[in-house]
């Protein structure tokens, strides 16, 4: 064996296959080996860190803990702000396990919120006094001596809402699918969100009562989406249950447990106090009333708090029973009072030492938010190869809809051969449908372009787009979108320059005036005129002059713009052919 020994960084948690795979051996040889360690694993199985690094060990590899900050960014491109801190924290001794939060997500009327219902009342059954009288949006269970916490607003709009603003709510998604309809499109789009989120995805495979479930269908369906079920050698649980009958509510909560062990989810009670607030509302009564849920740290009554932009000491908190609680550690939600202002969900909450550091850190981020708007634009495809080659991106996020399965498939197989150059192109999601609100989310959480071909982009998405700040890009023929794409990640896309009309007016007379010649006297009908915008002067269909609009004046006073209503003399460049009745256009180049 060579004595240099190479490098290689491992995460926390790798499966046999991947490992096998990033080391270029054979699972086979891989499993013997662990066996001679004393490890029984299947090629499906999950070994931790420390397993992997004494194999890879064997085969002269020196494993070094991938750092959190490497593995966030593979395909989302940014680091949930919360994980870098605890990071800081990875190689503590003070790492413990704490309850895994679970999110479910899935197609609507499946049965999500049936569940969350169900899995609530198991609680109450289980004799706990008064059980869950109170809705704070979120609730804990006991299963095995074990808590594990629910987030209580099913629907991956708040999931990747929260992602959105930099937080990573939960640990494990539960994707409900009924079992007499099987998947269907908000099904792919809640697998397309957790994987971009990289959470673990299991199966609550529902209403397995109704006389046409068909549970082996969706199976079926489950592992053509990469969704393999366990018991068909894959890696993802699937288990039956009926939340209207309560059935099988037991086996998922040992399920949750089980995926919550291979994938070591560990918090630190003494570390920095952070977390993500849950929601928020304002009790008339009590002042703003906020639910966090505790990610490392304890959380403390008497604490100082800072939350996105709203601060305060912590006067009382609650458990998610009402009950009145001094500390609360990792993964417990808590009612608190006190904030000063309105937090809103997803906004990540830190303790720090004093009110005076909580307004220091409050007015940066008023500051920050104020650039941040004027240079909003996140990822567009001209600022692409400027960004890989900054090293601020790894590879393209795609989001892809489409009007027809049959143009779907050739799409995707058109990108996938494109990305296999130096830079990545990552399909998040693919579906057919126009562009809406929540791929617009996705797509902001995960630093992703939208591509359309053959659909629009709905009003509210569009809108959305604009404030996030996220690139739709709409096309009609297959080969001008590959070209658009292939261009941009060889760093050759020419920006696209538009034409946006901002004001419209009227020639309603004209007027000699001796230092700027002729000047049409004009009505704004629409929008507004600008000094130094382009104006186009059309009589009937001909267009009479096309350039700069020189000068601008609204009685006798020059003006910078001129609103819709009002009536302004226009002046052009080196043109004096103006008659009344043309129509005026005013543009800018964008
Ligand atoms: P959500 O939209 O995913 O939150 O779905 P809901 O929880 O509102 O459930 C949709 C419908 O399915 C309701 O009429 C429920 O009563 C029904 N439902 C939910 N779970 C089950 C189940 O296990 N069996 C049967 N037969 N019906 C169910």
Not at 140 to 162: C, N, S, W, Y
Not at 330 to 349: E, K
Not at 514 to 527: L, P, Q, Y
Request: aromatic residues 4%; proline residues 3%.
């Amino acid at each position: 064996m060579s004595s240099t020994r190479q490098k290689l960084e491992l995460p926390a948690n790798i499966v046999i296959r991947d490992l096998a795979l990033k080391i270029e051996k054979s699972p086979i040889d891989l499993i013997k080996k662990l066996m001679l360690n004393g490890v029984m694993a299947t090629i499906n199985q999950t070994v931790d860190f420390d397993t992997a690094a004494i194999v890879v060990g064997e085969y002269g590899f020196d494993a070094v803990l991938e750092t959190v900050e490497e593995a966030g960014k593979v395909e989302t491109g940014e680091v949930p702000l919360w994980r870098q801190m605890i990071a800081d924290e990875k190689n503590s001794t003070f790492l413990k396990p704490r309850p895994p939060v679970i999110t479910i997500l899935g197609h609507v009327d499946h049965g999500k919120t049936s569940l969350l219902d169900a899995i609530r009342q198991t609680e109450v059954a289980a004799g706990e006094a008064g059980g869950i009288t109170q809705h704070i949006g979120a609730y804990q269970v006991e299963k095995k001596g074990r808590l594990i916490t629910f987030l209580d607003t099913p629907g991956h709009a708040a999931f990747t809402q929260m992602r959105a603003r930099g937080a990573q709510g939960a640990d494990i998604v539960v994707l409900v699918v009924a079992a007499d309809d099987g998947v269907m499109p908000q099904t792919r789009e809640a697998i397309a969100h957790a994987k971009a989120a990289r959470v673990p995805i299991m199966v609550a495979l529902n209403k397995v009562d109704k006389a046409n479930a068909n549970p082996d269908l969706v199976k079926k369906q489950l592992a053509e989406l990469d969704l393999v079920p366990d018991e068909w050698g894959g890696n993802t649980m699937v288990i039956p249950v009926s939340a209207k009958q309560k059935q099988g509510i037991d086996d998922l909560l040992e399920g949750v447990l089980l995926v919550a062990d291979s994938n070591g989810i560990k918090g630190n009670p003494s570390g920095k106090v952070l977390g993500t607030v849950i929601e928020a509302e304002l009790d008339k009564a009590k002042g703003v009333m906020a639910t966090l849920l505790v990610q490392n740290g304890t959380l403390e009554s008497g604490d100082i708090v800072v939350a996105g932009t709203s601060y305060g000491k912590l006067r009382a908190i609650t458990d998610y029973k009402g009950k009145l609680i001094k500390k609360a550690g990792p993964s417990t939600p808590v009612s608190v009072m006190g904030l000063s202002g309105m937090p809103s969900a997803g906004d990540i909450f830190q303790v720090v030492n004093s009110e005076k550091e909580a307004r220091n850190i409050v007015h940066e981020r008023l500051e920050a938010a104020k650039t941040l708007s004027q240079t909003k634009k996140k990822v567009s495809l001209e600022d692409l190869f400027a960004n890989v080659q900054a090293g601020e991106a790894k590879g393209l996020n795609l989001i892809i809809k489409a009007d027809v399965q049959g143009s779907l498939d050739p799409i995707v197989n058109e990108l996938n051969k494109l990305g296999q150059g130096e830079i990545g192109l990552h399909i998040l999601h693919a579906e057919t449908g126009n562009i809406g609100n929540n791929d617009v989310m996705l797509a902001s959480a995960s630093k992703a372009i939208i591509i359309g071909f053959n659909v629009q982009a709905e009003v509210d998405g569009r809108r959305l787009a604009e404030k996030e700040g996220v690139d739709i890009r709409l096309y009609e023929i297959i080969y001008r979108m590959t070209e658009d794409i292939e261009k941009a990640l060889k760093g050759m896309l020419e920006p696209v320059l538009v034409e946006k009309v901002i004001g419209r007016a009227q020639v309603l007379q004209v007027f000699a005036a001796s230092k700027f010649g002729r000047v049409a006297g004009c009505k704004v009908t629409d929008g507004e005129l600008r000094r130094g915008a382009k104006v186009r002067l059309q009589r009937g269909v001909d267009i009479v002059y096309e350039g700069d609009l020189s000068s601008l004046r609204h009685e006798k006073e020059d003006v910078k713009e001129m609103r819709i209503g009002f009536e302004c003399g226009v002046g052009f460049k080196n043109f004096n052919d103006i008659q009344s009745g043309d129509q005026l256009l005013c543009y800018v180049i964008e």
